[in-house]
């Protein structure tokens, strides 16, 4: 059995769905931070068969929660202070995201002003779709 360190002081995304970990990773720019991630994948799971993990080194100020919500709502997220859990969140979708997926509508407003946020609202949580709040162009989440 694998056996990764404790954290003394970080953060833990737990159950993300087996294969996501780098997508999360990659999206939050893990790889551009002076701090020790810990990534494992396909991790044995009673609930979910199979689960991927990133520990985090760190303070949790600069990950957009809603963010990861949006790319994996079924997250959890547990603060570790003195190698101690001290605080765990549940994710889902978030209602309204900024800067996290771009409009593909060549029309809209946000492809002429480039400075613009892009910001899409949650307009159907059964089937995850949102729209751009601008020309309310459809965006449907793949899990």
Request: aromatic share 6%.
């Amino acid at each position: 059995m694998l056996n990764v360190g404790q954290l003394n002081d970080g953060f833990v995304l737990d159950h993300i769905k087996a294969g996501k970990a780098m997508q999360i990773y990659k999206f939050l720019e893990l790889d551009k931070l002076d701090c020790q991630v810990a990534i494992i994948k396909n991790a044995h799971s009673n609930k979910m068969g199979k689960k991927d993990i990133l520990k985090i080194e760190g303070c949790l100020d600069f990950v957009d929660l809603d963010a990861v919500g949006f790319v994996d709502p079924d997250i959890t997220v547990s603060v570790i202070k003195n190698g101690e859990i001290v605080e765990k969140k549940s994710l889902s979708l978030p209602h309204e995201i900024k800067n996290v997926v771009k409009c593909q509508n060549p029309r809209c407003i946000t492809s002429i002003e480039q400075q613009l946020d892009q910001i899409f609202i949650l307009t159907n949580p059964e089937t995850k779709t949102y729209r751009c709040k601008y020309c309310e162009e459809k965006y449907l989440r793949r899990d």
